[in-house]
T-cell receptor, first 118, second 110 residues
Framework: GAVVSQHPSRVICKSGTSVKIECRSLDFQATTMFWYRQFPKKSLMLMATSNEGSKATYEQGVEKDKFLINHASLTLSTLTVTSAHPEDSSFYIC??????????????FGEGSRLTVL | EDQVTQSPEALRLQEGESSSLNCSYTVSGLRGLFWYRQDPGKGPEFLFTLYSAGEEKEKERLKATLTKKESFLHITAPKPEDSATYLCAVQAKGYQKVTFGTGTKLQVIP
C-alpha cells in the first residue's frame, strides 16, 4: 500500500526557534500533499494544500509566514514552523493522495509529529 | 461550509457486542464520504469511500453505509484490536479539501 513517512515523530524546542517537519511518500508519487493540525478531541484542521512545484494554498486563518510549506519534489513536502511559540504546540500530520487520482479524498497519512514548544 | 458531526463521542463495547457509529454531514454536492481509523499518536488510516446514497462497503467486521444526510459505520462482533478513534470525512464536488469530523473513540473490552 501507499506509505507516507513523517519525520520527526516528536520534537521539543525552545520558544523562538524554528522547526522543520518532513513528509515523504515512500512508494508513490504525490502531486498534492496536505498539512493538518490536530488538537485533543478536535477534528483534523486543514492548514494548507501543497502542490508540487507551486506555492502552497493556505486555509483562512493560517499564517503563511509562520508555517512555511515547500513541496520541492513529487515525494517530499516540508513544513517549517518559524519562531515557534508555546501556542504552536500541537500534533501536525501530513497526508498525500496518489498522483493518478487528483480529485479523490482518499488520503494516505503520515504518522504525525508531536511538537512541544517550551 | 461543509460540516461533519459524529456521534457518539465515545463508545465502550464488550467484545462481541455489535453497534453502529453515526456521521451526519452537510455538503454542497457530495463527491465522497470517507471513513478513517486513527490509533493514539498515529496518523489516520483510510478505510472506505462511499460516493452515493445506498452504497455499502465492507471490510472484515466493519460495514459502512450512506444516505443523503448521514453515514453509519457498523461494527459486528468487535474485538479489542478494533479499539481506535474512527473519523468520518467529506469532500465536496470540485474541491480538493476534505473536511473531518471529531471522531468516535471506540473501546472494546475483552
Amino acid at each position: 500500500g501507499a506509505v507516507v513517512s513523517q519525520h520527526p515523530s516528536r520534537v521539543i524546542c525552545k520558544s523562538g526557534t524554528s522547526v522543520k517537519i518532513e513528509c515523504r511518500s515512500l512508494d508513490f508519487q504525490a502531486t498534492t500533499m496536505f498539512w493538518y493540525r490536530q488538537f485533543p478531541k478536535k477534528s483534523l484542521m486543514l492548514m494548507a494544500t501543497s502542490n508540487e512545484g507551486s506555492k502552497a494554498t493556505y486555509e483562512q486563518g493560517v499564517e503563511k509566514d509562520k508555517f512555511l510549506i515547500n513541496h520541492a519534489s513529487l515525494t517530499l513536502s516540508t513544513l517549517t514552523v518559524t519562531s515557534a511559540h508555546p501556542e504552536d504546540s500541537s500534533f501536525y500530520i501530513c497526508s498525500a493522495r496518489l498522483a493518478g487520482n487528483p480529485n479523490t479524498g482518499e488520503l494516505f497519512f503520515g504518522e504525525g509529529s508531536r511538537l512541544t514548544v517550551l | 461550509e461543509d460540516q461533519v458531526t459524529q456521534s457518539p463521542e465515545a463508545l465502550r463495547l464488550q467484545e462481541g457486542e455489535s453497534s453502529s457509529l453515526n456521521c451526519s454531514y452537510t455538503v454542497s454536492g457530495l463527491r465522497g464520504l470517507f471513513w478513517y481509523r486513527q490509533d493514539p499518536g498515529k496518523g489516520p488510516e483510510f478505510l472506505f469511500t462511499l460516493y452515493s446514497a445506498g452504497e455499502e462497503k465492507e471490510k472484515e467486521r466493519l460495514k459502512a453505509t450512506l444516505t443523503k444526510k448521514e453515514s453509519f459505520l457498523h461494527i459486528t462482533a468487535p474485538k479489542p484490536e478494533d479499539s481506535a478513534t474512527y473519523l468520518c470525512a467529506v469532500q465536496a464536488k470540485g474541491y480538493q479539501k476534505v473536511t473531518f469530523g471529531t471522531g468516535t473513540k471506540l473501546q472494546v473490552i475483552p
